[in-house]
């Protein structure tokens, strides 16, 4: 059983920064792929960035390149996911989820079906 808590949403400008945070319990973290996902109100349930079990291959979502920026670290089991230059359609629910099979997997696991474990959700409200 993995848990997932995540941390940082918040109340921001167009144009600031968030930082979120997402810590795992498991004593495998380092082979699970991670990925943080959002949904907004009345909208699809939607992948940000996901990252891939080794660390080094990284996949973000069209909306979101050059802008966010998905790390993890093994020593501390958590994967954090840096928002630059908000906008006010980034304005969602952001979850944390875990892909336990990943290793199984080449590179970043893309879509939500391949995560078996998520977090509790975090609000981002991006203010124009």
């Known amino acids: 059983q993995v848990q997932l808590v995540e941390s940082g949403g918040g109340l921001v400008q167009a144009g600031g920064s968030l930082r979120l945070s997402c810590a795992a319990s498991?004593?495998?973290?380092?082979?699970?792929?991670l990925g943080w996902f959002r949904q907004a109100p009345g909208k699809e349930r939607e992948i940000v960035a996901a990252i891939a079990w080794g660390g080094g291959r990284t996949y973000y979502g069209d909306s979101v390149k050059g802008r966010f920026t998905i790390s993890r670290d093994n020593a501390k089991n958590t994967v954090t996911l840096q928002m630059n230059s908000l906008q006010y359609d980034d304005t969602a629910v952001y979850y944390c989820?875990?892909?336990?099979?990943?290793?199984?997997?080449?590179?970043?696991?893309?879509?939500?079906?391949?995560?078996?474990?998520w977090g509790q959700g975090t609000q981002v409200t991006v203010s124009s």
């Open positions: 498991g004593s495998t973290f380092s082979t699970y792929g």
């Open positions: 989820a875990a892909d336990t099979n990943s290793i199984y997997r080449f590179g970043p696991s893309t879509t939500a079906n391949l995560y078996d474990y």
